[in-house]
């Protein structure tokens, strides 16, 4: 009846045992009847990584916006840390850090500047002394403290992406989102973004899903794989359950796309 | 039940003084914005040396003759619809379309919870951005004004609006500065709006010299016209392009000619009504699809 009556029972503090964060339900999403999202259905556990993997327009990039809330589904449900991104996307975005499709940054900004811009956005960050530490510390944690001082245009696809991973790590979310951070990346950056990755579950007991096209790069890293084929998930649980019956996980994957 | 509510609101949207906080921040951080915050006192000197080569060829008994009471006044009516307009423009162009276009307000969005809120924040930092130029062409242009212009007893106001002596005169100027401070409002939400749907910045400096062009252009026509029109009927005609307020219609105000004074005040308001309400359904529309 009153929104207030209706909005208590998801508010219902979840607690820090509980092993789900996030949990996808049906979600599909249709633009001019042509279906970008197909009843996308799975869930990520606390501290795993979770590779989202699929072809060049197979829909990661959308499942990511409908994820941080950039989009609407047409039906289903996204749930992070118990909360639904569709009916109260703030709350539910709060614990989450992300980056969407690229890095894009104001390139006539140094680094930090842009984070202290970002963090201006927080409201965990109340004070500009705690920003500027926050800012030190992420900027440390991907090891751009050398370089922050510097204009956002004279770096590297490189140092944009770990800028990017240190500007989703501002609020110091449970869920990092990351949008094909690989992404032109040389062999010793992809190397370098995988320590990265790693050191975030490990190190600050943070849970990932990591988006790519490239069966390579997540394959090492991942703990749950979820595929999507033009929009349609063809695949959602362990590594151990896509290799299956196949020899490797790149086999499995090569009938997935082609069958 | 308040205490609900309460955590509704907060749970974790952020505050709007944050974002006109970093909004703010970020303008300050370009170049072109550092440029254009150093054009009053140029502006004021170029206008200088204009009205004085004007005042040349005018008698000093009449209201265009510049004054050091009427220089506030007579450089600002030329550099309105011309540098302020321009500068406006630019801001929109670099702050809204070109960093929406880009990409660059992804990161704003994740967090600041929509772009309906993102641009509000915009217009008014871009705002006050306008109305501090203002301020501070008002102080050049008084100095100028005091320094190498004449400072006769009194002198005579635009619309025979009567004589002022240099106090009165500066509260006329300050009259003429702030309804000049609600134009630049208006203008800007028509500028927002065109920056909102500009694929380009370049696109959207097009729009809006086209849309200046236009609001002279039609004025201009309808002189041709005058004879068809009662004079009231003209006046309120003419003075439904906003660029015509900027530059005539504001002393036609403080004298209150044919009743201009509500008259215009509709316009402006009209103006920044209209354009606001059509630049925020552009926003929420992108706001819920995309
Ligand atoms: N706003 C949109 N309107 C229409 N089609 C879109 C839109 N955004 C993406 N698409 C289409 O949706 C499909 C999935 O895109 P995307 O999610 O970017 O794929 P990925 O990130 O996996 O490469 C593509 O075919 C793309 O052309
Ligand atoms: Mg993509």
């Known amino acids: 009846m009153n929104t207030a009556e209706r909005d208590t029972n998801p508010r219902i503090v979840i607690p820090q045992a509980e092993p789900v964060l996030v949990e996808t ?16 259905s799975f869930t ?19 499942l990511i916006r409908a994820m941080t809330g950039l989009i609407r589904p047409d039906s289903g449900d996204i749930r992070i840390g118990g909360r639904s991104v569709v009916r109260e996307r703030e709350a539910a975005v709060l614990h989450v850090g992300a980056i969407v499709e690229s890095p894009i940054f104001f390139p006539y900004m140094t680094g930090r500047d842009n984070l ?25 944690i991907v090891r751009m403290d050398k370089r922050a001082d510097e204009r956002v245009k004279t770096y590297s696809l490189g140092m944009k992406q770990r800028l990017g991973i240190a500007q989703a790590l501002l609020g110091d979310p449970e869920l990092l989102i990351l949008d094909e951070p690989a992404n032109g990346l040389d062999p010793m950056g992809i190397r370098e973004l995988r320590e990265l990755i790693l050191r975030l579950k490990h190190e600050l007991g943070k849970t990932v899903l990591v988006s790519s096209h490239l069966l390579d790069e997540l394959q090492k890293i ?3 794989i979820v595929v999507i084929r033009e929009g ?26 082609t069958s | 039940m308040s205490l609900l509510l309460y955590e509704t609101e907060n749970s974790g949207g952020v505050p709007f003084g944050r974002l006109l906080q970093a909004e703010w921040r970020r303008l300050w951080k370009r170049r072109t914005v550092r440029l254009m915050a150093l054009a009053a006192p140029l502006m004021a000197l170029v206008s200088a040396k204009y009205l004085l080569s004007q005042n040349g060829m005018l008698h000093p008994g009449l209201p265009e003759y510049a004054t050091a009471g009427s220089m506030p006044v007579l450089a600002l009516a030329e550099m309105l619809v011309t540098a302020f307009s321009g500068m406006m423009l630019v801001l929109a162009g670099l ?43 008002f102080v050049c242009s008084a100095v100028v004004g005091r320094i190498w212009f004449p400072n006769p007893d009194t002198y005579p106001l635009f619309y025979e609006a009567g004589q002022a002596a240099y106090a009165e005169g500066l509260l006329y100027d300050l009259g003429y500065y702030a ?42 026509v309808l002189t041709y016209f005058r004879p068809l029109f009662e004079t009231q009927e003209y006046v309120r005609l003419y003075f439904l392009s906003l660029l015509m307020v900027e530059w005539e219609g504001l002393a036609a105000m403080l004298a209150n000619l044919h009743g201009l ?17 059509m630049t925020m359904w552009v926003w929420k529309r992108r706001d819920s699809f995309e």
């Open chain 1, 25 to 40: 339900g049906n979600v599909t999403k249709k633009v001019r009847r042509r279906a970008l999202l197909q009843n996308v």
């Open chain 1, 44 to 62: 990520v556990e606390r501290g795993e990584i979770c590779g989202l993997l699929g072809p060049n327009g197979a829909g990661k990039t959308t």
């Open chain 1, 116 to 140: 202290d811009n970002l963090a201006l956005l927080h409201p965990n960050l109340p004070t500009r002394k705690e920003r500027e530490q926050r800012v030190r510390e992420v900027l440390e």
């Open chain 1, 222 to 224: 991942c703990d749950r």
């Open chain 1, 232 to 257: 349609e998930q063809v695949f959602a649980g362990s590594r151990e359950e896509m290799i299956g019956r196949h020899s490797s996980l790149e086999e499995a994957f090569v009938e997935m796309m």
């Open chain 2, 95 to 137: 702050t809204v379309t070109e960093e929406y276009r880009s990409g660059q307000l992804r990161m704003g969005m994740l967090r600041a919870a929509s772009l309906t809120r993102i641009m509000s924040a915009k217009w008014l930092v871009c705002l006050a951005f306008m109305w501090i130029q203002l301020a501070a062409y």
């Open chain 2, 179 to 220: 309804l000049a401070a609600l134009v630049l409002a208006a203008l800007l939400a028509v500028f927002f709006w065109i920056a909102a749907i500009g694929r380009s910045s370049t696109v959207t400096l097009g729009l809006g010299i086209g849309f200046l062009l236009l609001s002279y252009l039609l004025p201009t």
């Open chain 2, 261 to 277: 004074r509500l008259w215009n005040l509709g316009v402006i308001g009209g103006y920044g009504l209209l354009f606001g309400a």
